[in-house]
Nanobody
Framework: VQLVESGGGLVLPGGSLRLSCAAT????????IGWFRQTPENEHERVAV????????VYEDSVQGRFTISIDRAKNTMYLQMNSLKPQDTAVYYC???????????????????RGRGTQVTVSE
């Protein structure tokens, strides 16, 4: 199973980006999957997670209302729509998944079965 992220780049403060995480080798129908980020200070932060089957989602407070996580089951792909981006959103964004759908374990303990390599997002003038 592979997770491949795309969609990162350089954007001005206030701008938008949409990240994608495409899964190959298995269908994500029963997964919990989410976005995390590693900051320039090398800190790992939670961003958002979603349970693919029931659509329940959890967001970190710092992105609530600005970011939206979604799934396209036909494409076996997860997305992160990021609006009103701030310089402090600068990080390498990566996706990680729990194949058993353990959303709380993924969110609270960062327990995952699969992880992508990440895509760089830079928010700067």
């Amino acid at each position: 199973v592979q997770l491949v992220e795309s969609g990162g780049g350089l954007v001005l403060p206030g701008g938008s980006l949409r990240l994608s995480c495409a899964a190959t080798g298995a269908t994500m129908d029963s997964w919990a999957i989410g976005w995390f980020r590693q900051t320039p200070e090398n800190e790992h932060e939670r961003v958002a997670v979603i349970h693919v089957r029931d659509g329940s989602a959890v967001y970190e407070d710092s992105v609530q209302g600005r970011f939206t996580i979604s799934i396209d089951r036909a494409k076996n792909t997860m997305y992160l729509q990021m609006n009103s981006l701030k310089p402090q959103d600068t990080a390498v964004y990566y996706c990680a998944a729990s194949r058993r759908g353990w959303l709380l374990a993924l969110w609270q303990r960062h327990q995952y079965d699969y992880r992508g390599r990440g895509t760089q997002v830079t928010v700067s003038e």
